[in-house]
């Protein structure tokens, strides 16, 4: 069966500090990779998405960046964070398959912005 | 890709069927549609997609009517668990198939 892990689960960062999430992927292969982030009370953002190895689509621009430097890990960097980084974020993946595959979510992180 | 109108929030008590509609007025001919329940401090978890009539699984239905362009889903006799926020989503194979974006979802409250 597939699994989905992230770390740390929960992080607490003064401004102007780095950051870097982790997502990895058990179970499937060449699998779409999704990350999401949710403000308190809000719905979820689409911050990238990935098709394959190298491949990211941005769909926000801030001062978030994302990788995928192996087919099932997926990374969430900042090089100086701001206070509405502040959220959850959030990992899943898909198949490629379907129309509209369904996403399946990892635990989260729960980032705090000091 | 569509955007999708939801109410904000429901209330509804245990036992009751609940029904959540969400309006997609500019969906798109390969367009589905799929909604999603979520826990506090949870990803969201797929509940039911559809294309068009109604779907139904052991969980709930969807209804979509001839123009599609509002869907309802429809959980029967709902109990405390079923608290939730719950997302509709539409996309398909014009839009990339695997680019989604969640709106704000229906907040649902289920009464003892």
């Known amino acids: 069966s597939q699994t989905i892990h992230q770390w740390p689960a929960t992080l607490v960062q003064p401004v102007g500090s780095p950051l870097s999430l982790e997502c990895t992927v058990e179970g499937t292969s060449n699998p779409n990779l999704y990350w999401y982030r949710q403000a308190a009370g809000r719905g979820l953002q689409l911050l990238f998405y990935s098709v394959g190895i190298g491949q990211i689509s941005s769909e926000v621009p801030q001062n978030l960046s994302a990788s995928r430097p192996q087919d099932r890990q997926f990374i969430l960097s900042s090089k100086k964070l701001l206070l509405s980084d502040s959220g959850f974020y959030l990992c899943a993946w898909s198949t490629k398959q379907g129309t509209l595959p369904e996403q399946y979510f990892g635990p989260g992180t729960r980032l705090t912005v000091t | 890709l569509a955007k999708t109108t939801q109410p904000i929030s429901m209330d509804s008590y245990e036992g009751q069927e609940v029904n959540i509609t969400c309006s997609h007025n500019?969906?798109?001919?390969?367009?589905?549609i799929t909604w999603y329940q979520q826990f506090p401090s949870q990803g969201p978890r797929f509940i039911i997609q559809g294309y068009k009539t109604k779907v139904t699984n052991e969980v709930a239905s969807l209804f979509i009517p001839a123009d599609r362009k509002s869907s309802t889903l429809s959980l029967p006799r709902v109990s405390l668990s079923d608290t939730a926020v719950y997302y509709c989503?539409?996309?398909?194979?014009?839009?990339?198939?695997?680019?989604?974006?969640f709106g704000a979802g229906t907040r649902l409250f289920v009464k003892a």
């Open positions: 989503l539409v996309g398909g194979v014009n839009t990339g198939g695997f680019k989604t974006i």
């Open positions: 500019n969906i798109a001919t390969n367009d589905y």
